[in-house]
């Protein structure tokens, strides 16, 4: 993929791009990127989406760096963090993508999302959604998975258990076990 094939003929920090060089980033993750953005007004408290610590450490520590010319020859900033997250694979076609954080609570109150649409949906042929969450540390407040994984854990322990005392109570030594 060439400059040309890119919607951008500068790049991040504003210099203009050749249009025959290959475009930096290339391919369709970059081109079709979520350039949409949200505003949340209203209500009784002053609300900022804060576009940082959304990505994960690594990809900021040692996966996504800018070009040494990246200025010159690159139209995005490898270090925005939604960038990093929007270059994360999804496995299914229906996905989320964090697109910032609110710190601190939202109090009660009627608030309005403005969201200047700029990503278009009609040529994927899908619909795009707001979704307020509340996380913590572990990720998501559901805790249906984490109780699943210990409760599995506990039956696999359960059973290895049963497994050893049936082969030691046939009179197996450890020396037969191992050979």
Known sequence: MENDDI???LSYAGNTLNSTDLAAPC???GKYRFTDVFEISGGPSNVKISMGGIA???DKKLKFKNNGKGEQIQWLDFTK????VWYQMESFPDFMKMYGKI?????????TVTVSDQWNTKSFKTEKYIYLST?????GT??????V???LSFVVLMLILTLVILEFSRGSKIKEIAE
Not at 81 to 84: A, F, I, K, T
Not at 103 to 111: A, E, L, T, V
């Open 27 to 29: 391919g369709l993750i």
């Open 149 to 151: 994984f210990i409760v």
């Open 7 to 9: 919607p951008v003929s």
């Open 103 to 111: 710190s601190g609570k939202m109090s009660k109150g009627n608030y």
């Open 56 to 58: 994960h450490s690594n």
């Open 81 to 84: 963090e939604r960038l990093m």
């Open 142 to 147: 559901n805790v249906f998975l984490g109780v």
């Open 135 to 139: 996380v913590n540390g572990l990720g």
